[in-house]
Protein backbone atom coordinates (compact mmCIF):
# COMPACT_ATOMS: atom_id res chain seq x y z
CA UNK A 1 0.00 0.00 0.00
CA UNK A 2 1.57 3.49 -0.81
CA UNK A 3 1.34 5.59 2.03
CA UNK A 4 -0.71 8.80 2.20
CA UNK A 5 2.18 11.17 2.53
CA UNK A 6 3.38 10.00 -1.13
CA UNK A 7 4.38 13.10 -3.67
CA UNK A 8 0.95 12.08 -6.04
CA UNK A 9 3.58 12.35 -9.05
CA UNK A 10 5.77 9.33 -7.44
CA UNK A 11 2.47 7.66 -6.15
CA UNK A 12 1.18 7.64 -9.69
CA UNK A 13 3.99 5.86 -11.48
CA UNK A 14 3.63 3.06 -9.35
CA UNK A 15 -0.53 3.00 -9.96
CA UNK A 16 -2.45 -0.17 -11.64
CA UNK A 17 -2.92 2.55 -14.74
CA UNK A 18 0.45 3.29 -15.00
CA UNK A 19 1.87 -0.40 -15.14
CA UNK A 20 -0.76 -1.24 -17.36
CA UNK A 21 -0.32 2.58 -19.54
CA UNK A 22 3.37 1.09 -19.66
CA UNK A 23 2.54 -2.25 -20.83
CA UNK A 24 0.22 -1.25 -23.65
CA UNK A 25 2.65 1.19 -24.70
CA UNK A 26 5.36 -1.41 -25.09
CA UNK A 27 3.03 -3.63 -26.99
CA UNK A 28 1.72 -1.08 -29.55
CA UNK A 29 5.91 -0.01 -30.17
CA UNK A 30 6.52 -3.46 -30.43
CA UNK A 31 3.30 -3.87 -33.09
CA UNK A 32 4.48 -0.71 -34.66
CA UNK A 33 8.01 -1.91 -35.29
CA UNK A 34 6.80 -5.33 -36.85
CA UNK A 35 4.50 -3.59 -38.91
CA UNK A 36 7.48 -1.19 -40.18
CA UNK A 37 9.75 -4.35 -40.66
CA UNK A 38 6.97 -6.05 -42.48
CA UNK A 39 6.40 -8.85 -40.35
CA UNK A 40 2.19 -8.08 -39.32
CA UNK A 41 0.12 -6.66 -41.76
CA UNK A 42 0.10 -3.12 -42.67
CA UNK A 43 -2.26 -1.26 -40.42
CA UNK A 44 -2.45 -2.66 -37.62
CA UNK A 45 -0.16 -0.31 -35.38
CA UNK A 46 -2.85 2.60 -36.12
CA UNK A 47 -5.86 0.49 -35.17
CA UNK A 48 -4.30 -0.40 -31.94
CA UNK A 49 -3.17 3.30 -31.17
CA UNK A 50 -6.84 4.50 -32.50
CA UNK A 51 -9.02 1.17 -30.48
CA UNK A 52 -6.89 -0.14 -27.64
CA UNK A 53 -7.24 0.45 -23.85
CA UNK A 54 -8.01 -1.32 -20.74
CA UNK A 55 -10.02 -1.43 -17.69
CA UNK A 56 -8.25 -2.32 -14.60
CA UNK A 57 -11.19 -4.00 -12.52
CA UNK A 58 -11.40 -6.49 -16.15
CA UNK A 59 -8.02 -7.42 -16.03
CA UNK A 60 -8.21 -8.26 -12.07
CA UNK A 61 -11.29 -10.47 -13.42
CA UNK A 62 -9.86 -11.94 -16.36
CA UNK A 63 -6.75 -13.00 -13.98
CA UNK A 64 -8.95 -14.72 -11.25
CA UNK A 65 -9.56 -17.14 -13.80
CA UNK A 66 -6.37 -17.37 -16.08
CA UNK A 67 -4.19 -16.98 -13.02
CA UNK A 68 -1.32 -14.74 -15.46
CA UNK A 69 -0.76 -10.88 -15.78
CA UNK A 70 -0.41 -10.47 -18.83
CA UNK A 71 -2.65 -12.84 -20.59
CA UNK A 72 -5.14 -11.24 -18.35
CA UNK A 73 -4.06 -7.79 -19.91
CA UNK A 74 -3.64 -8.95 -23.64
CA UNK A 75 -7.51 -10.41 -23.04
CA UNK A 76 -9.16 -7.02 -22.08
CA UNK A 77 -7.09 -5.28 -24.74
CA UNK A 78 -8.66 -7.45 -27.72
CA UNK A 79 -11.88 -6.83 -25.95
CA UNK A 80 -11.10 -3.31 -27.39
CA UNK A 81 -8.71 -3.75 -30.08
CA UNK A 82 -10.53 -6.34 -32.12
CA UNK A 83 -9.32 -8.79 -34.61
CA UNK A 84 -6.24 -6.73 -34.78
CA UNK A 85 -5.40 -7.74 -31.29
CA UNK A 86 -4.08 -11.12 -32.51
CA UNK A 87 -0.85 -9.32 -33.68
CA UNK A 88 0.30 -8.40 -30.44
CA UNK A 89 3.16 -9.54 -28.47
CA UNK A 90 4.01 -11.97 -31.40
CA UNK A 91 7.68 -13.40 -30.54
CA UNK A 92 7.61 -11.91 -27.15
CA UNK A 93 7.59 -13.22 -23.73
CA UNK A 94 5.86 -11.94 -20.74
CA UNK A 95 9.37 -10.85 -19.09
CA UNK A 96 9.64 -8.66 -21.85
CA UNK A 97 6.99 -6.49 -21.19
CA UNK A 98 7.25 -6.93 -17.07
CA UNK A 99 10.90 -6.12 -16.61
CA UNK A 100 10.93 -3.38 -19.36
CA UNK A 101 7.90 -1.98 -17.43
CA UNK A 102 9.75 -2.35 -14.48
CA UNK A 103 12.82 -0.30 -15.32
CA UNK A 104 10.53 2.55 -17.00
CA UNK A 105 8.67 3.02 -13.78
CA UNK A 106 12.50 3.23 -12.15
CA UNK A 107 13.99 5.37 -14.01
CA UNK A 108 10.49 7.70 -13.85
CA UNK A 109 10.76 7.16 -10.06
CA UNK A 110 14.42 8.43 -10.48
CA UNK A 111 13.94 11.07 -11.77
CA UNK A 112 12.04 12.69 -8.99
CA UNK A 113 14.40 11.11 -6.61
CA UNK A 114 16.90 13.51 -8.06
CA UNK A 115 14.81 16.12 -7.53
CA UNK A 116 15.00 15.59 -3.68
CA UNK A 117 18.67 15.31 -3.83
CA UNK A 118 18.76 18.53 -5.23
CA UNK A 119 16.65 20.19 -2.64
CA UNK A 120 18.18 18.67 0.02
CA UNK A 121 21.48 19.79 -2.23
CA UNK A 122 20.32 23.80 -2.52
CA UNK A 123 19.30 23.66 1.47
CA UNK A 124 22.68 22.78 2.53
CA UNK A 125 24.67 25.36 0.64
CA UNK A 126 22.46 27.73 1.51
CA UNK A 127 23.05 27.01 5.30
CA UNK A 128 26.86 26.18 4.64
CA UNK A 129 27.22 29.45 3.21
CA UNK A 130 24.99 31.64 6.29
CA UNK A 131 27.39 29.64 8.93
CA UNK A 132 30.39 29.97 7.23
CA UNK A 133 31.88 31.14 9.84
CA UNK A 134 29.99 30.11 12.54
CA UNK A 135 32.26 28.01 15.35
CA UNK A 136 31.22 25.59 16.70
CA UNK A 137 33.16 22.59 18.44
CA UNK A 138 34.08 19.49 16.56
CA UNK A 139 33.78 15.97 18.15
CA UNK A 140 34.96 12.87 17.91
CA UNK A 141 33.72 9.86 19.80
CA UNK A 142 30.63 11.91 21.00
CA UNK A 143 33.61 14.02 23.03
CA UNK A 144 34.83 18.00 22.24
CA UNK A 145 37.78 17.58 19.70
CA UNK A 146 38.75 20.97 18.00
CA UNK A 147 36.64 24.19 16.57
CA UNK A 148 35.34 23.42 13.16
CA UNK A 149 32.53 25.89 11.77
CA UNK A 150 28.84 24.82 11.38
CA UNK A 151 29.43 25.89 7.97
CA UNK A 152 32.22 23.35 7.50
CA UNK A 153 29.80 20.20 9.04
CA UNK A 154 27.18 21.15 6.04
CA UNK A 155 29.40 21.49 3.54
CA UNK A 156 30.73 18.07 4.60
CA UNK A 157 27.13 17.10 4.29
CA UNK A 158 26.58 18.70 1.05
CA UNK A 159 29.91 17.01 -0.66
CA UNK A 160 28.26 13.64 0.64
CA UNK A 161 24.87 14.60 -1.21
CA UNK A 162 26.81 15.43 -4.25
CA UNK A 163 28.05 11.89 -4.43
CA UNK A 164 25.02 10.48 -3.83
CA UNK A 165 23.63 12.27 -6.59
CA UNK A 166 26.44 11.07 -9.11
CA UNK A 167 25.48 7.98 -7.37
CA UNK A 168 21.90 8.12 -8.62
CA UNK A 169 22.44 8.97 -12.03
CA UNK A 170 24.99 6.20 -12.71
CA UNK A 171 21.93 3.82 -10.64
CA UNK A 172 19.51 5.04 -12.93
CA UNK A 173 21.55 4.26 -16.23
CA UNK A 174 22.46 0.70 -14.82
CA UNK A 175 18.45 -0.14 -14.84
CA UNK A 176 17.27 2.04 -18.16
CA UNK A 177 17.30 -0.90 -20.21
CA UNK A 178 14.80 -2.61 -22.26
CA UNK A 179 14.29 -6.62 -23.22
CA UNK A 180 12.02 -7.54 -26.48
CA UNK A 181 14.21 -10.30 -26.74
CA UNK A 182 11.54 -13.81 -26.59
CA UNK A 183 11.14 -16.85 -24.21
CA UNK A 184 15.02 -17.50 -23.53
CA UNK A 185 16.65 -14.22 -24.99
CA UNK A 186 17.75 -15.81 -28.23
CA UNK A 187 15.48 -14.01 -30.90
CA UNK A 188 14.21 -16.91 -31.90
CA UNK A 189 10.57 -15.41 -32.63
CA UNK A 190 11.68 -11.44 -32.71
CA UNK A 191 13.97 -9.44 -34.45
CA UNK A 192 16.03 -7.65 -32.66
CA UNK A 193 15.47 -4.36 -34.14
CA UNK A 194 11.69 -4.40 -32.74
CA UNK A 195 13.62 -4.08 -29.32
CA UNK A 196 15.78 -1.72 -30.36
CA UNK A 197 12.48 0.41 -31.76
CA UNK A 198 10.85 0.10 -28.58
CA UNK A 199 14.00 0.76 -26.52
CA UNK A 200 14.62 4.14 -28.70
CA UNK A 201 11.07 5.11 -28.31
CA UNK A 202 10.88 4.65 -24.22
CA UNK A 203 14.43 6.05 -23.97
CA UNK A 204 16.05 2.96 -22.88
CA UNK A 205 19.38 1.36 -23.92
CA UNK A 206 18.79 -2.79 -25.09
CA UNK A 207 19.95 -5.11 -23.07
CA UNK A 208 23.12 -6.82 -23.83
CA UNK A 209 21.98 -10.75 -23.11
CA UNK A 210 18.38 -10.43 -21.43
CA UNK A 211 18.31 -14.38 -21.47
CA UNK A 212 14.42 -14.13 -20.37
CA UNK A 213 14.75 -11.07 -17.91
CA UNK A 214 16.43 -8.44 -17.31
CA UNK A 215 19.67 -9.39 -15.12
CA UNK A 216 18.79 -8.45 -11.43
CA UNK A 217 22.45 -7.09 -10.56
CA UNK A 218 21.50 -4.07 -12.33
CA UNK A 219 18.41 -3.54 -9.72
CA UNK A 220 20.71 -4.93 -7.16
CA UNK A 221 23.02 -2.08 -7.62
CA UNK A 222 19.96 0.31 -8.04
CA UNK A 223 18.99 -0.76 -4.81
CA UNK A 224 21.75 -0.42 -3.20
CA UNK A 225 22.40 2.89 -4.18
CA UNK A 226 19.11 4.14 -2.34
CA UNK A 227 20.61 2.25 0.62
CA UNK A 228 23.11 4.37 0.98
CA UNK A 229 21.73 7.34 0.00
CA UNK A 230 19.21 6.75 2.92
CA UNK A 231 22.19 6.16 4.88
CA UNK A 232 23.42 9.34 4.49
CA UNK A 233 19.85 11.29 5.25
CA UNK A 234 20.10 9.11 8.68
CA UNK A 235 23.69 10.51 9.08
CA UNK A 236 22.86 14.01 8.96
CA UNK A 237 19.27 13.50 10.83
CA UNK A 238 21.74 12.00 13.89
CA UNK A 239 23.30 14.99 13.62
CA UNK A 240 20.98 17.27 14.04
CA UNK A 241 19.26 15.11 17.02
CA UNK A 242 22.63 14.99 18.65
CA UNK A 243 22.85 18.79 18.51
CA UNK A 244 18.82 19.44 19.75
CA UNK A 245 19.37 17.06 22.95
CA UNK A 246 18.68 19.25 25.78
CA UNK A 247 22.04 20.09 27.18
CA UNK A 248 23.91 21.02 23.85
CA UNK A 249 20.88 22.78 22.04
CA UNK A 250 23.26 24.20 19.27
CA UNK A 251 20.48 23.47 16.26
CA UNK A 252 16.73 22.51 16.49
CA UNK A 253 14.33 21.11 14.29
CA UNK A 254 11.45 23.95 13.55
CA UNK A 255 8.64 24.39 15.55
CA UNK A 256 5.48 25.64 14.66
CA UNK A 257 2.93 27.57 16.71
CA UNK A 258 0.68 25.40 17.78
CA UNK A 259 2.60 22.33 17.53
CA UNK A 260 2.66 20.49 20.66
CA UNK A 261 5.91 17.83 21.33
CA UNK A 262 4.20 15.27 23.54
CA UNK A 263 0.78 14.94 25.10
CA UNK A 264 1.85 14.50 28.68
CA UNK A 265 4.75 17.34 29.45
CA UNK A 266 3.96 20.55 27.73
CA UNK A 267 7.08 21.90 27.39
CA UNK A 268 8.72 19.19 24.92
CA UNK A 269 9.91 20.33 21.69
CA UNK A 270 11.44 16.69 20.09
CA UNK A 271 13.53 16.11 17.08
CA UNK A 272 9.94 14.09 15.76
CA UNK A 273 11.35 14.67 12.12
CA UNK A 274 14.78 13.68 11.84
CA UNK A 275 13.91 10.97 14.37
CA UNK A 276 10.83 9.63 11.34
CA UNK A 277 14.02 10.13 9.06
CA UNK A 278 15.93 7.65 10.60
CA UNK A 279 13.15 4.99 10.55
CA UNK A 280 12.52 5.87 6.84
CA UNK A 281 16.37 5.16 6.15
CA UNK A 282 16.07 1.68 7.92
CA UNK A 283 12.85 0.75 5.52
CA UNK A 284 15.03 1.87 2.71
CA UNK A 285 17.68 -0.34 3.01
CA UNK A 286 15.65 -3.03 3.86
CA UNK A 287 14.94 -3.52 0.09
CA UNK A 288 18.81 -4.01 -0.71
CA UNK A 289 19.27 -7.59 0.45
CA UNK A 290 16.01 -8.84 -1.21
CA UNK A 291 17.48 -7.02 -4.16
CA UNK A 292 21.11 -8.99 -3.43
CA UNK A 293 19.31 -11.94 -3.31
CA UNK A 294 16.87 -11.66 -6.70
CA UNK A 295 20.37 -12.20 -9.04
CA UNK A 296 20.56 -16.02 -8.48
CA UNK A 297 17.74 -16.90 -10.33
CA UNK A 298 17.27 -20.21 -12.26
CA UNK A 299 19.06 -20.75 -15.42
CA UNK A 300 17.23 -18.53 -17.51
CA UNK A 301 14.39 -17.18 -15.59
CA UNK A 302 12.30 -17.96 -11.99
CA UNK A 303 9.77 -15.60 -10.70
CA UNK A 304 11.59 -15.44 -7.36
CA UNK A 305 12.32 -12.13 -7.65
CA UNK A 306 9.06 -10.75 -8.74
CA UNK A 307 6.73 -11.03 -5.69
CA UNK A 308 9.71 -9.56 -4.10
CA UNK A 309 10.20 -6.67 -6.94
CA UNK A 310 6.45 -5.76 -6.66
CA UNK A 311 7.24 -4.41 -3.33
CA UNK A 312 10.16 -2.78 -3.09
CA UNK A 313 10.15 -1.01 -6.15
CA UNK A 314 7.20 1.64 -4.93
CA UNK A 315 8.47 1.10 -1.26
CA UNK A 316 11.85 2.15 -1.25
CA UNK A 317 11.56 4.85 -4.03
CA UNK A 318 8.12 6.30 -2.21
CA UNK A 319 9.92 6.45 1.12
CA UNK A 320 13.07 8.00 0.09
CA UNK A 321 11.50 10.71 -1.88
CA UNK A 322 9.45 11.36 0.90
CA UNK A 323 12.25 11.41 2.93
CA UNK A 324 14.93 13.75 0.81
CA UNK A 325 11.89 16.57 0.65
CA UNK A 326 11.57 15.75 4.37
CA UNK A 327 15.03 16.05 4.89
CA UNK A 328 15.28 19.34 2.71
CA UNK A 329 12.50 21.11 4.72
CA UNK A 330 14.61 20.50 8.29
CA UNK A 331 18.08 21.82 6.40
CA UNK A 332 15.53 24.97 5.16
CA UNK A 333 14.14 25.85 8.46
CA UNK A 334 16.44 24.71 10.94
CA UNK A 335 16.87 26.54 13.69
CA UNK A 336 20.89 27.17 14.52
CA UNK A 337 22.46 28.79 17.84
CA UNK A 338 25.83 29.84 17.57
CA UNK A 339 25.87 32.17 20.98
CA UNK A 340 25.00 28.27 22.22
CA UNK A 341 27.60 26.64 20.03
CA UNK A 342 30.69 29.39 21.02
CA UNK A 343 29.69 28.91 24.74
CA UNK A 344 29.68 25.13 24.26
CA UNK A 345 33.60 25.79 23.02
CA UNK A 346 34.03 27.96 26.13
CA UNK A 347 32.79 25.43 28.54
CA UNK A 348 35.84 22.96 28.73
CA UNK A 349 38.67 25.94 29.46
CA UNK A 350 39.97 25.97 26.50
CA UNK A 351 40.95 22.42 25.84
CA UNK A 352 40.23 21.91 22.01
CA UNK A 353 43.63 23.92 21.78
CA UNK A 354 45.74 21.04 23.43
CA UNK A 355 47.36 19.97 20.18
CA UNK A 356 48.35 23.31 19.05
CA UNK A 357 50.09 23.63 22.60
CA UNK A 358 51.55 20.13 21.77
CA UNK A 359 52.65 21.01 18.64
CA UNK A 360 54.52 24.42 19.70
CA UNK A 361 56.16 22.78 22.34
CA UNK A 362 57.56 20.33 19.76
CA UNK A 363 58.92 22.98 17.94
CA UNK A 364 60.83 24.62 21.12
CA UNK A 365 62.64 21.36 21.00
CA UNK A 366 60.76 19.23 23.73
CA UNK A 367 59.89 15.25 22.74
CA UNK A 368 56.50 14.72 21.66
CA UNK A 369 56.34 12.22 24.37
CA UNK A 370 56.95 14.61 26.29
CA UNK A 371 55.40 17.49 25.09
CA UNK A 372 52.38 15.14 24.96
CA UNK A 373 53.22 14.37 28.79
CA UNK A 374 52.98 17.63 29.76
CA UNK A 375 49.76 19.04 28.19
CA UNK A 376 47.99 15.92 29.11
CA UNK A 377 48.47 16.64 32.92
CA UNK A 378 47.29 19.83 32.52
CA UNK A 379 44.13 19.09 30.41
CA UNK A 380 43.36 16.40 33.07
CA UNK A 381 43.35 19.25 35.49
CA UNK A 382 40.96 21.19 33.49
CA UNK A 383 38.76 18.27 32.95
CA UNK A 384 38.48 18.23 36.56
CA UNK A 385 37.24 22.00 37.29
CA UNK A 386 40.72 22.85 38.45
CA UNK A 387 41.11 25.74 36.36
CA UNK A 388 41.31 26.93 32.67
CA UNK A 389 43.98 25.27 30.48
CA UNK A 390 45.89 28.12 29.51
CA UNK A 391 46.56 29.50 33.57
CA UNK A 392 47.50 25.99 34.09
CA UNK A 393 50.04 26.05 31.53
CA UNK A 394 51.30 29.71 32.38
CA UNK A 395 52.02 27.87 36.05
CA UNK A 396 53.87 24.93 34.86
CA UNK A 397 56.77 25.09 35.34
CA UNK A 398 58.36 23.12 32.92
CA UNK A 399 55.47 24.33 30.04
CA UNK A 400 56.45 27.96 30.86
CA UNK A 401 60.09 27.31 30.76
CA UNK A 402 59.94 26.66 26.86
CA UNK A 403 56.76 29.34 26.22
CA UNK A 404 56.12 33.17 27.26
CA UNK A 405 52.64 33.93 28.92
CA UNK A 406 52.41 35.70 25.18
CA UNK A 407 52.81 32.67 23.40
CA UNK A 408 50.53 30.40 24.93
CA UNK A 409 48.16 32.93 24.91
CA UNK A 410 48.48 33.08 20.88
CA UNK A 411 48.20 29.55 20.53
CA UNK A 412 44.23 29.59 21.97
CA UNK A 413 43.39 32.14 19.04
CA UNK A 414 40.33 30.74 17.67
CA UNK A 415 40.74 32.12 14.54
CA UNK A 416 43.53 29.92 13.90
CA UNK A 417 41.24 27.07 13.48
CA UNK A 418 39.41 28.71 10.72
CA UNK A 419 42.29 29.46 8.58
CA UNK A 420 41.31 27.02 5.92
CA UNK A 421 38.26 27.18 5.16
CA UNK A 422 37.72 28.61 2.04
CA UNK A 423 40.00 26.24 0.71
CA UNK A 424 36.97 23.79 2.12
CA UNK A 425 34.48 25.50 0.50
CA UNK A 426 36.07 26.50 -2.80
CA UNK A 427 36.64 21.98 -2.84
CA UNK A 428 33.06 21.63 -2.31
CA UNK A 429 30.95 24.37 -3.73
CA UNK A 430 33.65 25.45 -6.87
CA UNK A 431 33.40 29.10 -4.97
CA UNK A 432 34.32 30.41 -1.17
Given at each position: ??????R????????????F????E???LA??A?????L????V???V???????????D?IER?????????????????????????????S?????T???V???????L?????????????K???????TP??G?????????T????K??????E???A?TRL???????????IS?A?G?????????????AE???????????????????A??????????S?????????????R???L??E???????K?S??M?H?????????????????????????????L????????S??????G????????FA????????E???I?????M?????M?????S???L?????K???R?????????????T?????DL????KQD??????L?????????DL?Y????V???????????
Open positions: MIPRYTPEMAAIWSPESKGIWLIETAEMEQKGIPEGSAVRERATFDVDRIEEVKHDVIAFLTNVAEHVGDEARFLHKGMTSDVLDCFNQLVRATDLLTGVDRVLAALQRAFEHKLTIRSHGIHAEPTFGVLAGYHAFQRRELAREEVATCAGVTFANIDPSIETHVKLGLSVETVSTQVIPRDRHMFFAVLGVIASIERLSTEVRHLQTEVEAEFFSAGQGSAPKRNPILTENLTGLARLVRSAVTPAMENVAWHERDISHSVERGIPDATVHLDLHRLGGVINLLYPDNMATIDSGGLHNQRILALVEGVSEDSYRLVQRNAMRWKKEGLDLLEEVSSRTDAELEALFGHFKQDTIFERVFGHS
